[in-house]
């Protein structure tokens, strides 16, 4: 069945930039997503990639997909305290199936 | 761009009680919904999957009978806490997918709702 797997903590110093790292296990994602979400709060759709792209940037964010080895990264440039959040990696596979999500990484922006 | 409104954002219920949560999607049909929980510090658990107008498929460990779900129709699904206890205290939070245009969207057809905080005193 299908897992993704994150690291549950991570720590940086403002204006640092931030990786957080996800792997997962399904080769038939066809979606992989980074999610954020604030303490209270509903889940925010940060970025996507596509299953065959190997990079995504958008303004701060950068995504990086190595396909082979079925890990997916997020780096944060810049990182500033309101990047304090939990970070979901979420994969999709082809049809009508439900996101799984990783257990999310929390960052935390020492000022 | 999609959008789904859920509500109530906050609800304080006591224990025995019925609580009943809805997710409507405002502007795309919602041909299936998502329903997860999510425990404090803990990540989002897919409690069931339902389709416009059939009965909810539930995940494994899931009461249906606790956990009442209704798509009767395109743009509502309701999720109902049924004889609510402490334990039910979480925040459940919708996924609606447009299957008819999912793919033309830039997050392939996932929209979440806001979330609803749910506490049984």
């Known amino acids: 069945g299908e897992d993704v797997e994150q690291s549950l903590f991570l720590s940086v110093r403002e204006g640092d930039s931030s990786v957080i790292n996800c792997t997962y296990t399904d080769s038939s994602s066809t979606y992989l997503y980074w999610y954020k979400q604030e303490p209270g709060a509903g889940l925010q759709l940060l970025t996507y990639?596509?299953?065959?792209?190997d990079m995504k940037q958008d303004q701060r964010l950068t995504v990086l997909l190595n396909k082979k080895d079925k890990h997916l990264s997020l780096r944060i440039a810049d990182t500033q305290t309101g990047d304090s959040a939990i970070y979901f990696c979420a994969e999709s596979i082809e049809g009508n199936t439900p996101l799984v999500f990783g257990k999310g990484t929390r960052l935390s922006v020492i000022a | 761009g999609a959008v789904v409104s859920q509500h109530p954002s906050r609800v304080i219920c006591k224990s025995g009680t019925s609580v009943k949560i809805e997710c409507r999607s405002l502007?795309?049909?919602?041909?299936?919904m998502f329903w997860y929980r999510q425990f404090p510090k803990q990540s989002l658990m897919l409690m069931a999957t339902s389709n416009e107008g059939s009965k909810a498929t539930y995940e494994q460990g899931v009461e249906k009978d606790k956990f009442l779900i209704n798509h009767a129709s395109l743009t509502l699904s309701t999720l109902t806490v049924t004889s609510a206890h402490p334990e039910d205290s979480s925040f459940y939070i919708c996924s609606a997918r447009d299957s008819g245009t999912g793919r033309l969207r830039a997050n392939y057809g996932y929209t979440f709702g806001s979330g609803t905080r749910l506490t049984v005193v």
């Open positions: 990639i596509f299953s065959n792209m």
């Open positions: 502007d795309f049909q919602a041909t299936t």
